[in-house]
Antibody, heavy 122, light 106 residues
Framework: EVQLVESGGGLVQPGGSLRLSCAASGFTFSSYWMSWVRQAPGKGLEWVANIKQDGSEKYYVDSVKGRFTISRDNAKNSLYLQMNSLRAEDTAVYYC???????????????WGQGTLVTVSS | DIQMTQSPSSVSASVGDRVTITCRASQGISSWLAWYQQKPGKAPKLLIYAASSLQSGVPSRFSGSGSGTDFTLTISSLQPEDFATYYCQQANSFPSFGGGTKVEIK
């Protein structure tokens, strides 16, 4: 069974840092583009970042450029999101999501993890 | 950036009803559009990709159509498990989502 399990969320003060992890299983992790998508409480979905199979290409939404870093460890079947200089507006559930098919990036997201909540507040 | 606009923002419907949700892109995106279903407290689920391709395991009562800037998601006969929020998403450039359409029980 294909599974994605996020961890690392929690309460952090404005200006602080947090590292999210996503453990993948049930598929060949190194064959897929991977993404982070977030959802503020009661709001819609926002794509945050994605990363190519070998980590050679990374893309970010403008609002997190320079603050967030996406990375992966294919040996550990894991995806990461390092979040620095956190702001109140970064408060959200963060989902990791796999590209629907391996190979060329399609940006169709399937499946998704269950999400991890990040709360930025003093 | 490509903006995605969904309408309506909510719809009240009964079991068995036909429901149509529309999504408009701020510029042409060919068929680079997906639809997702999200239930409260759960992750989104991919229903439709490439505007009209049904994701494996998704019931055939769901269908998608459109290209360019205007797209629709149709549920042909609403079932109790279909009450949820639906999002469109463009994949022509950096991904972006519509604001969502909540399908509620009438």
């Amino acid at each position: 069974e294909v599974q994605l399990v996020e961890s690392g969320g929690g309460l952090v003060q404005p200006g602080g840092s947090l590292r999210l992890s996503c453990a993948a299983s049930g598929f060949t992790f190194s064959s897929y583009w991977m993404s982070w998508v977030r959802q503020a409480p009661g709001k819609g979905l926002e794509w945050v970042a994605n990363i190519k199979q070998d980590g050679s290409e990374k893309y970010y939404v403008d609002s997190v450029k320079g603050r967030f870093t996406i990375s992966r460890d294919n040996a550990k079947n894991s995806l990461y999101l390092q979040m620095n200089s956190l702001r109140a507006e970064d408060t959200a559930v963060y989902y990791c999501a796999r590209d629907r098919t391996g190979g060329v990036c399609s940006n169709w997201f399937d499946p998704w993890g269950q999400g991890t909540l990040v709360t930025v507040s003093s | 950036d490509i903006q995605m606009t969904q309408s309506p923002s909510s719809v009240s419907a009964s079991v068995g009803d036909r429901v149509t949700i529309t999504c408009r892109a701020s510029q042409g995106i060919s068929s680079w559009l997906a639809w997702y279903q999200q239930k409260p407290g759960k992750a989104p689920k991919l229903l439709i990709y490439a505007a009209s391709s049904l994701q494996s395991g998704v019931p055939s009562r769901f269908s998608g159509s459109g290209s360019g800037t205007d797209f629709t998601l149709t549920i042909s006969s609403l079932q109790p498990e279909d009450f949820a929020t639906y999002y469109c998403q463009q994949a022509n450039s950096f991904p972006s989502f519509g604001g969502g359409t909540k399908v509620e029980i009438k």
